[in-house]
């Protein structure tokens, strides 16, 4: 069946169409009822569930607490207030460090298989972290409340000691470390918002505290690991992460949203009229990018040079004080990874130099196509605007879900006696740490937002290319003649998509996005059983393990090209995406020989250029990381890493965007060969002429670069 019945045949097809249509509208208002905002449902999570989920928040009632930035860096006092938070009481708006007042409780929080963890310790929000005196014992009190007539702002002039005001019995009660005044014996240094304590006691501190009769403070290496441990844990980690990206949004903004867009035009207009010059400066720049990224995840490393990522708020309580994160060795381990990646580039750029010559070929086939369909070059500006508030909305609400949460009392069986100003006597119950939990629906938002993500993005991307081969598929089926062509062809494929397709482009992205999340969910599941290793079958296990994750790795991959080339069928026949994918594949197989060496090098040339793009991005973004704005005490970030990695991988998804206009226009075209062939026994009538002349004379370009 020729073209020409093909494009015939749609008014057959559109009732077909029509009807697939009636029956996904019925399915999404399905859809629409089951996630209704009714609160008498509560089957899912939407962005219409989130807002009426955290309309239903009290952050005054204390049950939830809801703030990007103080529920993801800062701690809990013993209170259960978030330091920081206006709403809290008392009022710790200006009180952001966490302090832990009992020496005891947090040596005693280090110990193995001791009942107290370091969550409930006896902690205290304060402006900064107290520093020991050699001519007086200072002290950190409670909050003033109850008998004790002060208030906080005199409190706060007093250095949190009120100590003189005392009766006999609450001095009594302060020596015996139960309050409600607390010595500081150990110098303490601002680490991420939480008072990282030194090993070695203040001797004058301690001599003082000796001798007005308190009890033994215990001293040594576990108090400092303690801090450090609670500090450094995994999900402390995450959360700074977190905050980290949400405090660098104008170097996203810039390197991971303006900044790529400006670099693919560029470089989509640079291939237009310079092909030859563009693939050698592409390869020359991934090196060059490449290497230098690498040589800055080596300085932030702290293995070249003396500008090592500090893990200190401020000024250190000493001058020798220091402490290696968990950020420091995630930097250490990217630089080496790093590292072998720019082997790997060098190595390829090697072996890629014999194959430019193919590689310009083909470019310029696609150059021809572009020139002659020329609004495709701003076309992709669309899908970005699209994607650029998607993701700006994503993350926020990204944010505002992590550092969403319960706020509970911990059940502990530790002795935690503490005076109750209230009360006006030491009570050793209810006197438990808080820790800030994540409810059964906020970890469904969570997943069901990480999923939407990925499945949003693949969508866009999908209608994307799909209208770039359709205006493509014009080019080709009126062999290369302008006047042949549809007015405006971008748009009519952009009508044609929408009117036709959509499910197609839904169905293809879903299918990618599952096979991703069960990826994800395995390797969640086995980062959760590691001990399984080391039992007896451990290897076994490890090796099914390793053995899913590349099966599925191979599915995806399989699937991704499945999906490519099925939209591109879907472009040009208009048919359904099961249909379109056999068909693509079937003209795949069938000409792999033909057209396997054109493709697979232009594709190779095309992936360079997005790395380069999204290397430039990073690049960017660590100068941008590394001015004194992202230093200073309230807008210093952990690490550059998540910053860093988000620009990158936005870069290439929007370098994607723009880059999938000549990666389309080649498989377009190169697909269109095939159907043309397979329909006019082997001869195709179509080709424009230099894509003939490219394919005819392959067989000598082999023979040129051997």
């Known amino acids: 069946m020729g073209i020409l019945e093909i494009m015939g045949s749609r008014k057959h097809e559109e009732a077909h169409m029509q009807l697939r249509q009636t029956k996904l ?43 990007v930035k103080r529920g993801l860096l800062y701690g809990l006092d013993y209170k259960g207030n978030v330091c920081g938070n206006k709403d809290s009481d008392p009022d710790v708006r200006d009180l952001e460090v966490r302090y832990w007042q009992n020496p005891n409780q947090v040596y005693q929080s280090g110990l193995h298989k001791n009942p107290l963890n370091l969550v409930d310790a006896r902690s205290i929000c304060l402006k900064e972290c107290p520093i020991p005196s050699d001519e007086a014992l200072n002290w950190v009190c409670d909050y003033p409340e109850g008998f004790m007539k002060l208030s906080m702002e005199d409190w706060l002039d007093r250095n949190y000691d009120y100590y003189e005001f005392l009766g006999a019995e609450e001095r009594n009660s302060s020596l015996q470390l139960q309050g409600p005044c607390y010595p500081v014996i150990f110098p303490s240094t601002n680490v991420f918002w939480s008072c990282q304590f030194t090993a070695h006691a203040s001797n004058a501190s301690l001599r003082l505290w000796k001798q007005m009769g308190g009890v033994g403070i215990d001293e040594g290496d576990i108090i400092v690991k303690s801090i450090h441990t609670t500090i450094n844990s995994h999900s402390a980690v995450f959360k700074r992460y977190a905050a980290d990206v949400g405090k660098a949004w104008p170097v996203l903004i810039v390197c991971g949203g303006l900044l790529p867009l400006f670099l693919s035009v560029i470089w989509l207009v640079m291939i237009r009229y310079f092909v030859g010059v563009m693939t050698w400066v592409t390869i020359l720049l991934l090196n060059i990018l490449t290497f230098s990224v690498t040589m800055f995840f080596y300085t932030k490393a702290g293995w070249i040079g003396h500008d090592t990522i500090s893990t200190v708020i401020g000024e250190s309580a000493e001058d020798s004080f220091e402490t290696n994160g968990t950020e420091l060795d995630h930097l250490r381990a990217i630089a080496v990874l790093m590292t072998i990646i720019l082997v790997i580039v060098i190595l390829s750029t090697i072996a890629l130099i014999r194959r430019v010559l193919i590689a310009n070929a083909v470019l310029k086939v696609a150059a021809k196509a572009i020139g002659a369909i020329r609004t495709m070059i701003i076309f992709p500006i669309f899908p970005y605007v699209i994607l650029a508030i998607f993701y700006m909305y994503w993350v926020g609400a990204a944010l505002y879900l992590l550092s969403s949460g ?148 191979c599915a995806e991959w399989t699937i991704k090209f499945v999906n490519r080339n099925a939209y591109i069928m879907i472009a040009i026949t208009g048919k359904s995406f099961c249909t379109a994918a056999g068909q693509a594949t079937g003209l795949i197989m069938n000409n792999i020989l033909r057209i396997g060496a054109v493709n697979v090098i232009g594709d190779v040339i095309l992936f360079l250029g997005k790395i380069c793009v999204s290397l430039t991005c990073a690049l960017f973004a660590f100068l941008m990381l590394d001015t004194h704005r992202y230093r200073s005490a309230h807008n210093k970030i952990s690490s550059p890493l998540f910053p860093v990695l988000a620009c990158w991988s936005i870069g290439y998804v929007i370098a994607s965007l723009f880059f999938a206009v000549v990666e389309m226009a080649i498989d377009t075209i190169i697909l269109s060969f095939c159907q043309d062939a397979e329909e006019h026994q082997g001869i195709p009538q179509y080709a424009p002429p230099l894509l003939t002349e490219t394919l005819r004379n392959h067989s000598e370009m082999q023979r040129l670069t051997q």
């Open 25 to 67: 509208l019925k399915a999404m208002g399905v859809i629409q009822y089951i996630f209704s905002v009714k609160p008498r449902l509560k089957r899912g999570f939407g962005p219409t569930h989130l807002y009426f989920f955290t309309k239903k928040l009290k952050p005054k009632d204390h049950a939830f607490y809801v703030n």
């Open 406 to 553: 319960e706020i509970r009392q911990n059940d502990c069986n530790a002795d935690c006696c503490a005076y109750d100003l209230v009360a006006k006597k030491v009570k050793c119950d209810d006197c438990c740490g808080y820790s800030i939990h994540y409810t059964h629906h906020i970890s469904l938002a969570i997943i069901f937002h990480i999923f939407g993500c990925y499945w949003i993005t693949q969508f866009i991307i999908a209608c994307s290319l799909t209208v770039i081969a359709g205006s493509v598929s014009s080019y080709y089926w009126a062999g290369g003649e302008a006047s042949e062509m549809p007015f405006l062809p971008v748009i009519s494929s952009a009508k044609r998509l929408l009117r036709y397709s959509l499910g197609s482009m839904a169905f293809g992205s879903l299918v990618v996005s599952i096979i991703e999340s069960i990826r994800y969910i395995l390797e969640s599941v086995r980062r959760r059983l590691k001990h399984v290793e080391a039992a007896p079958g451990g290897c076994i296990a490890k090796m099914m393990w390793c053995s899913a994750q590349c099966c599925l790795g």
